[in-house]
Structure formats: C-alpha cells, structure tokens
C-alpha cells in the first residue's frame, strides 16, 4: 500500500486482519471504501478519531450502511462518514433476512448441522460471514459498525427482520423544531403546488400511496398558509379519515392521538382548487 500512489483504498480484508490495513490508509490520508467491518468492530474507538485527525472519509461498502449514508442526506447533505447524525435522526434501522434458522422452532435447532447454515436464503457469500449471518452475528456487527460510522448511540439504533431483503436500511426521523405535515392531495393538485412560484423551495421528505391516493410528507406547511392567497390549510381532527391513513403509515390509534395532541403532525387533505377540505 505505501508503495502505490492512490486516491482511495477498498478494504476488504476478512476479519480483524483488516484493521492493521486500515489504520495504514488512514495514515497515508486515504479516504477507505471499507467492506471489512471488523476494522470499526474490533478498532472503532482507533479508527474513527485517526480519520478525523488525517481528514479521511470511511465509505461503507456494505449494503445496510451505504443505503443508511443515502438515507441520512436529507439531513447531513454532503456529509461523508464517520460524522454524527443529527437530532433530526430519531432512530436508523438496518434490515435483516433472517438467515436460513428464521423459521425454525427451536427443537429443531438443537439439531442443525453446519451445512444448513452455510444454506442462505437470500444471498451467496463466503463461508465465515454465511455462518455469521445464520447466528445474527453479523447483524450485530452491522450496529456496531453503524454507531462509529454515524455517531448513533444504542437508543438511535435498531433492527427490521425482512426476509425479503428489498429495503436495506430506513432512518427514522422527527422535526423538534419545524412541524411535519402529511398531505393528502390528489396528483394534479400536489403538481399544482409544487409550480406554485412561492413553493419552490418545498422539501418533500417522502411520497407514497395509500388506499390507491398519494400521501406526501412535507416540511412545515404553515409556514406557507396566509402567504399564498390559494393555499388554505386545514388540520383535521383526529377523525375516522386520519386514523386510516396513519394506521396504513405503520401508526397506532394512541400514536395518531399523540402526535395530533402534541403538534408533531397535522394530517390536511388538498382538493384540486387548494383549497381546504376535510
């Protein structure tokens, strides 16, 4: 490594093996698209501070913490780790498959043999982290790694089983400060709205779709009401409309209660005239 002139080092040493290499790219002031996890498992509280001292990007190879990078932009835009998330950042969740013993009882455990270990039902990896994926070891290592990439402590992060392995990483978020809305707006109206001269500016966090409408979350639409002589907001109570549409979000009734109470959110329904309807 000190013999070649470059830019960036891919580290992907298996192991604890990896961390001498990785402290060496570091010293040489090399930013590392690390793939060895063990390097922040076994050295983080080495690693992390000689990256900040040498100026040097660590850049997650791994599927789970590179989608987790993706997911915190919206905000730490143009941050690279290792950074602290910030407050915004309620909870990161990594997923997991599960592993071949997901849905195993566990009598049946106590008979499992290495082969059916090594027998992954999503992915073909090498043999140690295959085992490491059938134990959930390597989902711990994952958290650890996720903490000294990102600077979350245990309470910020968090675990999915989704043996479906599409989504590899989801970030939790909260406003202390701004108020986050749900929208719930036919197309051509939301369209109308993101055009509007004055809205411009609108930061849409998220766009979905729930019982066949979109639901679209947007950065404190109060601030834009009164401004716009077209746009009229108004927040629902927390009738049979809003319970539907924050359930299908994954919320409970107690949830939705507490969040309305508490000015977290305002679930507002847009007609195509953008003017207020409930």
Known sequence: MRRIDC???VQAVTGAAGVRSTLTAIELGRDVALANKESLVVAGGLVVPRAHERSVRI????????????????????????????ATLARAVLTASGGPFRTWPLERMANATPEDALAHPTW?????????????????????????????????????????????????????????????????????????????HMNVFRKITVRGHPVHLVNHPNRYD??????????????????????????????????????AIVASHVTNDLTAAG
Not at 159 to 168: A, E, F, K, L
Not at 229 to 248: C, F, K, S, W, Y
Not at 250 to 255: H, K, P, R, T
Request: charged share 20%; net charge negative; with cysteine.
């Open 7 to 9: 830019d960036m080092v």
């Open 59 to 86: 850049l997650p190879v791994d599927s789970e913490h590179a989608a987790l990078w993706q997911c915190l932009e919206c905000v730490s835009p143009g941050q690279s780790p290792p950074f602290s998330a910030p």
């Open 124 to 200: 073909n990896m090498g043999r140690k982290i295959t085992i490491d994926c059938a134990t959930m070891m390597n989902k711990a290592f994952e958290i650890v790694e996720a903490h000294w990439l990102f600077g979350l402590e245990p309470s910020r992060l968090g675990v999915v089983v989704h043996p479906q392995s599409i989504i590899h990483a989801m970030a939790e978020l909260i406003e202390r400060f701004e108020r986050l809305s749900i929208w719930h707006s036919p197309v051509n109206s939301y369209d109308d709205l993101l055009e509007h001269p004055q809205l411009k």
């Open 226 to 263: 009164g401004q716009v002589p077209d746009l009229r907001v108004l927040a629902l109570d927390i009738g049979e409309h809003t319970n539907e549409i924050m359930q299908d979000l994954g919320y409970s009734q107690d949830e939705v209660r507490s969040l309305i109470a508490s000015g």
